[in-house]
C-alpha cells in the first residue's frame, strides 16, 4: 500500500513537472514570434546604441534565449498553481491558508526582483561599468554578452529577493530562532553579498551595492516581521 502511494505521489509530480514544461514551451513558441521586438527593445532600454553578432547563429541564438525567458515568466504563475496542486492535498486547511500566503508573496517578491532589476540595476549598473570607456577605449556591445546580462540581472533578483521570505519561514516554523539570527547578523550580511557576487552577472562593487542593499533592508524587514507575527501568535 505504501509502495503504492508512493508511486501515486510520482506519478503525480511527473504529471505536473509535464504540464509545466508544455505550457512554457508553448509561451515560448509565441514568444518566438514577438522575441525580435523585444530584443530590439531590450537593446534600446540599455542604451547602448546598437548591438552586433559575430556569428551566422548568434542573432538566432539571442531569439531563441529571449523566447525561452518570455516563456518561462509567462508560464510562472502556472508553475506556482502546479506546485500548489500538488503539494497542497497533503496539507491540513489551517497550512494550506498559510502556505498559500507564502506563495503570493513568494510570486510578489519576484515581480519586486525583476522590477528592481530592470528600472535601477540594469539601468545605473550598466552606466557605471560603461563609464570606465574613454574617447581611444569605446565598447563594442555582443549582443549574447547584452542580453546574459539583461536576463542574469532579471532572473537573479527575481530570485533573490526569495531570501527575506525564506528567513521569515525559518523563524515562523521555530526551525531557526530570531535570538540566533540577530546574534549572527553580521554573518548573514556577509552570506548576503556572496550570495549576490555569485547570482549577479557582474562583479564590480557597485553593482553588488545596488542589489544587496535593498536585499539587507528586506533581510531585516522579515526577522521584524517575524518578530511581530510570533507575538502575535503567542497572545492568548
Known sequence: MNKASFIDHL???RKRIL???????????A???????????????????????FSPTEAFTAQVKVALFLGIFAAFP???????????????????????????????LFLIG???AYFILIPFGLRFLLSFGSENLKPIMNISGVLS??????LGCGIMFQLPLLVFTLIRLDIVRIATVTKHRAEAI???????????PTADMFTLLIISVPLIILFELSILAARISLRSSRKP
Open 11 to 13: 506519478e503525480e509530480l
Open 19 to 29: 504540464y509545466s514544461i508544455a505550457v512554457a514551451g508553448i509561451f515560448a513558441v
Open 31 to 53: 514568444g518566438f514570434f514577438v522575441a525580435k521586438p523585444v530584443l530590439d527593445f531590450i537593446i534600446q532600454r540599455v542604451n547602448v546604441g546598437s548591438a552586433y553578432f
Open 78 to 108: 502556472f508553475i506556482i498553481v502546479q506546485t500548489w496542486l500538488f503539494i497542497g492535498p497533503g496539507l491540513t486547511e489551517k497550512e494550506q491558508k498559510v502556505s498559500m500566503g507564502y506563495i503570493i508573496s513568494g510570486i510578489l
Open 114 to 116: 525583476v522590477t528592481f
Open 149 to 154: 546580462f539583461v536576463l542574469w540581472c532579471l
Open 190 to 200: 556577509v552570506a548576503i553579498l556572496i550570495i549576490c557576487a555569485v547570482i549577479t
